[in-house]
Structures are given as C-alpha cells and as structure tokens.
C-alpha cells in the first residue's frame, strides 16, 4: 500500500468539501467578484473553497507547509512537505458560469511531486495520482494518447490574459498550430488541461504565465499516465518558471520546436 495513501484521501475529502462549496456558491448564483489584476478575478467562493482545503489538511497535517493562490505566496519550494492548492482554477469560467473549473490539489515533497488531485467541479471528474503508482479518472487508471503524429493531433492551451507583451509571438504560434495540427482548445483552465493530456483527449499543451497552483498538480498525473512535462527550453524549470509544454513525447518535442520558432531566446526563461 501507499505511503501516501492517508494524504490522497485527505486531498479527496478536501476537494469534495471545497466542491460542495463552489456548487453552492453556483447555485445562488451570488457572489462578489473583485478584481486582482488584469483579468485575474478571485470571488467569494474562491476564498472560501480554500480556507476549508486548508483547514482539512492542516488538521490531519498540521506540521506541512501550504502555498495557495488566495491567502499564500512563495516563489521556491522548501525541503519540507508542502500542499499547493489552487481553490478554483478557472476562476473566470466560475464567475460566468462556463464550465469548467477545478480545485487542484498537490502535496510535494523534497521538491516532488508526491500526490496529486484535480477535480473538475462541474462535471465532476476526479483525476488523481500518487508518484509511482499511475494515475486515475473517477477510479479508473488513464494513459496518455499514442498518437504521434502532431497534424492528427489535438492540442491544448491557455491565452495569455495578465503579460500580453508576447501575444503577438503567442498568436503567431497559433497561427502555426492551426495549420499543423488538428486543432487548438482553450478550456480556460490549466489544471483541466493538463488532465485532458493525461487521459489522451489532447496530445499536448502549451502555456505561459502560469502559477505553481496551476500546475502543480496536473504535472504529476501527466507523469503518472506517461507523460511528459517541461518548460519551453526542455527543462524543469516549470513549476515557478511560468513556461510549461506537456504531452506525449512525440508531441512534446513538436511543440517545443515551434516555440522555438516563434519565440526568442531570451523568452524561453522567465
């Protein structure tokens, strides 16, 4: 059995606590939304979704450390365990009843990725993995596409909406994945995304200007389900470096040389 078996169970209680919160708040459709930054929203249910996650895992672990998108901030990890939450990821989506829109949960240790979990609150898709152990939809253990060959695949990304002095680059890029792919999807929710890797309805993701919170989870399940994730030089600076690739190695390796086309150098790094 795991030896993180209690963590993963506590992240599930929590998500499903912090679900049933966000579906309240959907409900009554009444809500305050305050604006952080450009296009960057965090709403009642935001804030109260995270102080239960964190209530729950600081009463089973009250020696871990926590990051969180509302009420935390750090730029690099500690040697000690730590949870890093995102309350709603998709903030946006929530606010205008889009969905869809995830509690992410990761517990890293010793700088990795132990345990993961995202459910995608609207339709309730619980994706889980425990580092060594595979990875999971509602139970059921998920792979990543086999598919190769990027023009028959599907491709996931986020636009930017904080730093758009890159949008012209990013649309750029756009253009060339329109041409060379099937298809490019922006959910609107990073978390999301990188599960829709995970289980093989995308090939492969793309992103910049994205937080820990955002990532932290979604990156191990990808692993977990054969994956491969990255920042945009092929390194491992992803989780704090706000460049994240993801996919299938094949796709992987596409998407990080048409980065390269339509980035310079020195944007590649954050």
């Known amino acids: 059995m795991s030896n ?11 998500a499903a ?11 009554e459709s009444s809500f305050d939304v305050v604006l952080k930054g450009k296009n960057d929203l965090v709403t009642d ?7 239960k996650i964190i209530e729950i895992l600081k009463g089973a672990f009250p020696n871990d450390q926590i990051l969180a998108e509302e ?42 990725p132990k345990v993961a979990l995202v459910l995608e ?11 060594g152990e595979g990875a999971f939809l ?21 636009f930017p909406y904080r730093d758009l002095h890159l949008v012209d680059n990013y649309l750029k890029l756009f253009k060339r994945m329109m041409d060379k792919t099937h298809g ?3 959910p609107g929710t990073a978390a999301w995304d990188l599960c829709n890797v995970a289980c093989g309805r995308f090939e492969g993701f793309y992103e910049y200007g994205l937080s820990a919170w955002d990532v932290a989870a979604g990156s191990l399940i990808i692993k977990e389900a054969g994956g491969v994730v990255s920042d945009w030089k092929g390194g491992d600076n992803w989780l704090f470096g706000k460049r994240i690739i993801a996919g299938n190695k094949p796709v992987h390796d596409f998407l990080k040389n048409e980065i390269s086309e339509c980035f310079e150098e020195k944007y590649l790094v954050h």
């Open 121 to 131: 609150v609207a339709h309730q898709e619980l994706f889980t993995a425990v580092k």
């Open 71 to 112: 009420s935390t901030h750090i730029t690099e990890l500690p040697d000690k365990r730590i949870w890093i939450i995102d309350p709603i990821d998709g903030t946006t989506n929530f606010a205008h009843n889009f969905p869809a829109y995830c509690v992410s949960i990761a517990l890293w240790e010793e700088k990795e």
């Open 17 to 27: 606590e912090a679900s049933k919160i966000i579906n309240e708040y959907a409900e």
């Open 184 to 186: 490019v999807r922006r």
């Open 4 to 14: 993180y078996r209690e963590e993963l169970n506590t992240a599930k209680k929590a």
């Open 45 to 51: 249910a935001d804030l109260a979704s995270e102080k």
């Open 138 to 158: 509602n139970g059921k253990p998920i792979k990543i596409s086999e598919t190769k060959d990027p023009s028959s695949s599907l491709i996931g990304t986020g």
